[in-house]
């Protein structure tokens, strides 16, 4: 039986070292070693591996008992009962053409089990991406809220002053309501995710998941070979299950030929009285020998012609999943390209809202600030910030499914 080995994505451009967090790489090993799907096509993958002992027989041995309830005579005497044994024989070639097709079938099956756990990784690299994301705009709603407090003092001390109206100061704090609202909103988000993470680990849904604290987009991408599509478990799994169509036309070739039978009859004969002759009473023993041949072999031509067919479907259904990853590829690719364009420009528009917030500070301490800037800017700067994550979230999603496509 082939090993069932583990696959690993190479993550070394994104991986880093972090205290006090899970490791994304160990929790995919975690996920791939629990996971109840994995487990399932790990299952089916022995249970069909099994059948080659079940095909590697010949057919029942045929036993027979008969009396004679009047009893033939014969030269040497009567005949009482008769005991026979036959066993039939495949053509030559047709056990080992069954353990042949049986063994192609758990090679298509074996293909379950690689992109199922490929699809796994991908799904726990992308969940942890979420939680990343929905962490990493935590942090930023509390520290606005932190700087929305700030300008809330100020505010205060300007309206004791008479530089600002009270107005003012009720608009800082509306805003800091619908910041904290925001951030118990991702709150519950986050623990919706983080069910769906363990359930992927398949572990208790309570157990924190520590992400790590923050990403930055590498500043080059690693190449990427397209040529490696071609061979992606999705495609070498139609490639598998060409090959048992062939498998299952060469033993529907072995089926059709004729099955020949080996057998013996042992008659018991009784000895003739009042007689002396030198076979008086012997008994018969008769090898036999008999040729099954299949006359009407409809059934054979058509299993043929339904192959034929089968093989023409696989060929049309693995050049569409063809198609469709070629297009995945291609979306990824440029979607990656479009979140390392973004978080460029959301850097340097975050740049310039710092710029903005310290000359409104510096205004503040000539006695001139205008709070309906401050909250614009405010404004602004968060949502430049959430851009950025989203940026971020998005490079890393898009370069799992590069790396679900073509490593």
């Known amino acids: 039986m082939k090993s069932i080995k583990t696959i690993f994505f190479l993550f070394p451009f994104f991986l880093s070292p ?11 090993n975690e996920a791939l070693a629990n996971n109840p799907e994995i487990q399932k096509f790990e299952i089916q993958y022995k249970r069909v591996s099994e059948k080659v002992n079940e095909v590697n027989t010949f057919p029942n041995t045929e036993f027979g008992v008969g009396y004679f309830v009047s009893e033939p005579e014969t030269r040497t005497g009567s005949q009482r009962f008769k005991v026979s044994a036959k ?5 030559f070639g047709t056990i080992s053409s069954r353990e042949d097709y049986i063994s192609a079938l758990a090679d298509t099956k074996y293909q379950d089990i690689v992109i199922a756990k490929r699809k796994l990784m991908a799904s726990v690299s992308q969940s942890y991406y979420d939680l990343y994301a929905n962490q990493a705009k935590q942090l930023v709603l509390s520290d606005n809220i932190k700087l929305l407090e700030t ?12 530089k600002a109206s009270a107005v003012d100061v009720l608009r800082l704090q509306m805003r800091q309501n619908d910041l904290q609202q925001l951030k118990d909103v991702l709150q519950q988000q986050f623990l919706t995710e983080q069910i769906n993470f363990n359930n992927l680990l398949n572990r208790d849904n309570t157990i924190e998941v520590s992400v790590i604290d923050s990403l930055t987009i590498p500043t080059e991408d690693f190449e990427i070979n397209t040529e490696n599509l071609s061979v992606h478990p999705e495609l070498v799994k139609f490639d598998k299950l060409y090959h048992s169509v062939e498998k299952s036309e060469l033993l529907n070739q072995k089926e059709s030929s004729p099955m020949i039978g080996f057998g013996l009859d042992y008659i018991n004969v009784s000895e003739r009285p009042d007689m002396n002759f030198a076979d008086n009473g012997k008994d018969i023993v008769m090898p036999m020998i008999s040729v099954s041949i299949p006359i009407f072999n409809k059934k054979y031509k058509s299993q043929t012609k339904q192959n034929e ?7 049309a259904q693995k050049q569409e999943r063809l198609n469709t990853l070629e297009t995945l590829l291609s979306k990824a690719i440029n979607e990656r390209i479009s979140a390392r364009i973004s978080y460029a420009t959301q850097t340097k528009n975050l740049k310039q809202a710092k710029d903005a917030e310290e000359i ?20 602004l700067q968060l949502k430049f910030q959430i851009n950025q994550i989203e940026s971020i979230k998005s490079y890393f999603i898009q370069t799992t499914i590069i790396n679900y496509l073509i490593q």
């Not at 972090?18 to 995919?28: H, K, P, T």
């Not at 066993?87 to 053509?91: L, R, T, V």
């Not at 709070?371 to 405010?378: A, G, K, P, R």
């Open 360 to 379: 409104l500070i510096k205004s503040y301490e000539t006695g001139t600030i205008d709070f309906n800037d401050v909250l614009d800017i405010q404004e």
């Open 87 to 91: 066993q039939m024989i495949p053509w």
């Open 309 to 315: 067919l089968e093989q023409q479907e696989i060929t």
């Open 18 to 28: 972090f205290a006090n967090a899970q490791q994304l790489e160990m929790l995919i």
């Open 151 to 162: 300008y809330e003092t100020m505010a205060l001390t300007s309206v004791e002053v008479g």
